[in-house]
Each structure stands twice: as structure tokens, then as C-alpha cells.
């Protein structure tokens, strides 16, 4: 019987409970994944102490993960809960090639480059990569090839953590994303970038997020993030995306 494909969100309860929106964004991909024969598999444990390692950061304990609860995966795609799945969204496993799947971030090439720059400097003795060909870390689509790679990211962690958490706190560049690309470069893995329909990042900036919903007539996959007041907006948007769509 050949292995299912899976959708691994990171689902990890703070204060007791989930954010609404959150559990809003999971519904979105509970749906699509039965539409398709797709697991969904969520993360409601952290593998670390929280203050030991970022959660964000332990998604790239996927494989271990897998092994412990005796999971024969053939593709996974790791997205962010502050997403919304479309469900016409066509089955973008099947566009993959077995590589290493990201979606250009083309957000804000000020907040990319501010952190390509920190990195090579505290961390990567100057090294550097084409811009371009950086994704965002909120949609990575990967297979059992990429066990090593993962090793690598949580040992690059662990090794560097102070410079980690002192560009995190002085620069406001995020959490794995920059040193994820960094490392897929440095590593020579094989990247594929689809298209930004995947994960409409940064929609405000687009102008496509809109009263008129224009955002879900030209893609597929809905990234609620770069968005002014999010703690107001994100959960607004959110609820009306899922009703429009779903409702």
C-alpha cells in the first residue's frame, strides 16, 4: 500500500487553548485533506521545553516525530496555522518533483535582506545567496531525503542559539526562516520554488486582500501574515475567508 501524503501543522496549545483563528486555519486543510486522501497530522505537544527550543524550531524534528508514532509518510507539506486552504485547491504534492518545496518570500525585501545580511555576518562568516531564491518558511514541502537536512537544522541550532536569539531580539528577523535558507543553500539541497499561488503571502502589500475577496479568485493557498493590527485583523480575516469560502 503506498504511503499517504501529509499536511504536519504545528498545533501547540498556549494558556490551555488554541487561537480561534488557528483552529479556523486547521479546519480550512481538515477539509481539503479528506477531499484528497491526504493525512493531516497535528503537532499538540511541543518535543522540547519551549524555553529550551523555539517551537517554530521543532518542526524539524518531523522524522523523529514520524518514527515515534510509526508514520510511513511519502510527502509532507509543514504550513503555518495562519493559513487558510482553498477547497478547489488543485493537489500541489503532485508538483513537487521529490524535492525540497518553498515559496518565494517576496513580502518585504527590506526584512529579507536585513536578516541575509545579520545572518552572514554573526553566523555565516559572509556568506551569501541570490535573494530571489528565498522561501518562506510557512509552506516546505519535503520527503524521508531530508532526514539529514533536518539533523542539520536542529544541530545548527543548538550550536548557535546565542546568535540565534540575539539577532531574533535586535533585528526583529524572524525565527528559522533566514538560517533555513542559509543552510538549504549551504547544503547544496534541491530547491524547487512554486508558485506564490501556493502561499499568497503578505496579501496587504499585493492590495489584494479586500473587501471584494479578490485575494481567492487568483490563488489557492491564503498566508495571514504581514497584516497591521494582526491581533485584531488576523482573526477577522480569517473567520470571513472561511465562511466565504466554506460557509
Given amino acids: 500500500m503506498k504511503n499517504k501524503d501529509v499536511v504536519f501543522i504545528i498545533a501547540v496549545k498556549k494558556d490551555g487553548q488554541l ?6 486555519g486547521i ?14 497530522f497535528l503537532l ?3 518535543v522540547l521545553p519551549m524555553e529550551d527550543m523555539h517551537i517554530i524550531w521543532q518542526r524539524y524534528f518531523l522524522f523523529d516525530i514520524y518514527d515515534a508514532n510509526e508514520i510511513k509518510a511519502n510527502q509532507t507539506l509543514m504550513v503555518d496555522a495562519d493559513t487558510i486552504i482553498h477547497p478547489d485547491c488543485p493537489n500541489f504534492f503532485n508538483e513537487t518533483e521529490n524535492k525540497y518545496c ?13 536578516g541575509m545580511e545579520h545572518y ?13 531564491e528565498y522561501g518562506n518558511s510557512g509552506f516546505q514541502i519535503v520527503n524521508d531525503k531530508h532526514r539529514d537536512f533536518f539533523q542539520h537544522m536542529r544541530d545548527f541550532y543548538f550550536e548557535n542559539i546565542d546568535n540565534i536569539n540575539m539577532i531574533q531580539q535586535k533585528w ?3 525565527t528559522d526562516q ?9 547544503q547544496n539541497v534541491d530547491v524547487k520554488l512554486l508558485p506564490y499561488k501556493y502561499n499568497m503571502g503578505c496579501m496587504i502589500k499585493k492590495e489584494v486582500l479586500a473587501e471584494d475577496m479578490l485575494f481567492t ?14 491581533d485584531e485583523q488576523v482573526p477577522l480575516w480569517m473567520k470571513k475567508t472561511f465562511d466565504y469560502l466554506y460557509g
Fill in 19 to 24: 487561537k480561534p483563528e488557528y483552529e479556523i
Fill in 27 to 40: 479546519e480550512s486543510w481538515r477539509r481539503w485533506c479528506k477531499k484528497n486522501d491526504v493525512e493531516l
Fill in 44 to 46: 499538540e505537544q511541543p
Fill in 102 to 114: 518553498m515559496i518565494h518570500d517576496d513580502g518585504s525585501y527590506d526584512w529579507v535582506l536585513r
Fill in 120 to 132: 552572514s555576518k554573526y553566523v555565516y562568516n559572509g556568506a551569501w545567496f541570490n535573494y530571489w
Fill in 172 to 174: 526583529g528577523t524572524g
Fill in 178 to 186: 533566514t538560517p533555513l535558507n542559509f543552510n538549504l543553500n549551504l
Fill in 217 to 230: 479568485k487568483i490563488g489557492w493557498i491564503y498566508h495571514f501574515n504581514g497584516i497591521p493590527n494582526k
